[in-house]
């Protein structure tokens, strides 16, 4: 099995495992301090992500060592230096190219904010939807890519386009100095090296749902798959 490859940020080299899980200890952490708790141990905070515990500590150990023997870690300052790794101790503006139902809902989430992002444009081609505003913002037209771009210094695209127009809007987007993108389209995009897409397919994820679920009723061998309807209806009459 091949190694994992290391983050590409600058300072040390983080294994991408590692960088994919620290978002959810931040939240754990973020929660942790909302609720008036100012240190816990790695079992406890192992328990609030559903991380076991020496994966955890094994995580940290490349952010540097922050825990105390016997008395575990300050949340608040553990908090911050994963916050820092990340990069949200700034703050990031974020542009939304595509502003349907899902580009709606994205413009309206409010944990950008306080996550360190910063939504200030939106952006569609359609004509029609330039006399909306959707969260205190005006949709703007798609031909702005490269004045907001410039304008705000942004480096994060999202895409919530159909998958017919998403890699002309990623190629528009690379064109203009964007150098990552979180992409909704139900569509694989091609990008040149130094440019970070990451993908969120919802109907992949029920799809895998669906699998489990399907599993869960297969029969055994030699016997029948159960019904959950009949099985219930069954319980009802007796």
């Excluded at 297969?218 to 798959?225: C, H, L, T, V």
Aim: charged share 25%; glycine share 10%.
């Amino acid at each position: 099995m091949p190694a994992e490859a290391p983050s590409r940020g600058p300072g040390r080299d983080i294994p991408e495992a590692t960088v994919a899980r620290l978002p959810v200890y931040l939240r754990a952490l973020t929660a942790l301090e909302e609720r008036g708790i100012g240190t816990c141990s790695s079992e406890d905070l192992a328990a609030a992500t559903g991380v076991n515990s020496a994966k955890l500590r094994k995580d940290l150990s490349y952010l540097g060592s922050y825990g105390t023997r016997g008395v575990g870690y300050d949340v608040d300052y553990l908090r911050y230096q994963i916050a820092r790794e990340i990069g949200v101790t700034q703050d990031w503006p974020v542009i939304i190219v595509g502003i349907g139902n899902l580009g709606h809902a994205l413009a309206n989430y409010s944990g950008f904010r306080s996550r360190g992002f910063r939504v200030v444009a939106l952006l569609d081609a359609a004509p029609e939807r330039h006399r909306e505003q959707v969260a205190g913002l005006p949709v703007r037209p798609f031909d702005e890519l490269e004045d907001i771009v410039d304008q705000q210094q942004v480096a994060i695209g999202v895409i919530a386009t159909p998958a017919v127009a998403a890699q002309d809007v990623a190629d528009r987007m690379v064109a203009s100095g964007i150098t990552s993108i979180l992409n909704f389209a139900p569509t694989v995009l091609s990008v040149p090296d130094g440019v970070d897409v990451r993908k969120v397919d919802l109907s992949i994820e029920l799809q895998i749902l669906a699998y489990h679920e399907q599993r869960k009723g297969a029969p055994e061998e030699g016997g029948q798959r159960p019904s959950r309807r009949a099985g219930t209806a069954a319980g009802v009459t007796a």
